[in-house]
Nanobody, 121 residues
């Protein structure tokens, strides 16, 4: 059973920084794309950043230049370094992996449980 466990959320003042982590555990063959979404009440989920197995990254325009996504394949972990945080970054952040588990089934999406990030003004 594959699981994604997130950590690193919390409360920070505007201009501050936080680092989110998301570690995959369980039996899996490979992880292709890893990334982060965020969601605030009453809004649809927004893609924040993605990183492929080859290291190519993509960011939402709203976080470019402030957030950095990275991954450690040995640790099966994806990170989101968030700098110069703004109140509008307040949301629940969800990590995801598009990975292939052991057992013969094809690749599919797995999601973390979500971690709250609150930025005060």
């Amino acid at each position: 059973q594959v699981q994604l466990v997130e950590s690193g959320g919390g409360l920070v003042q505007a201009g501050g920084s936080l680092r989110l982590s998301c570690a995959a555990s369980g039996s899996l063959l490979s992880i292709n794309v890893m990334g982060w979404y965020r969601q605030t009440p009453g809004k649809s989920r927004e893609l924040v950043a993605t990183i492929t197995s080859g290291g190519s990254t993509n960011y939402a325009d709203s976080v470019k230049g402030r957030f950095t996504i990275s991954r450690d394949n040995d640790k099966k972990t994806v990170y989101l370094q968030m700098n110069s945080l703004k109140p509008e970054d307040t949301a629940v952040y969800y990590c995801y992996n598009f990975l292939t588990p052991y057992g013969g089934s094809g690749p599919r999406f797995y999601w973390g449980q979500g971690t709250q990030v609150t930025v005060s003004s």
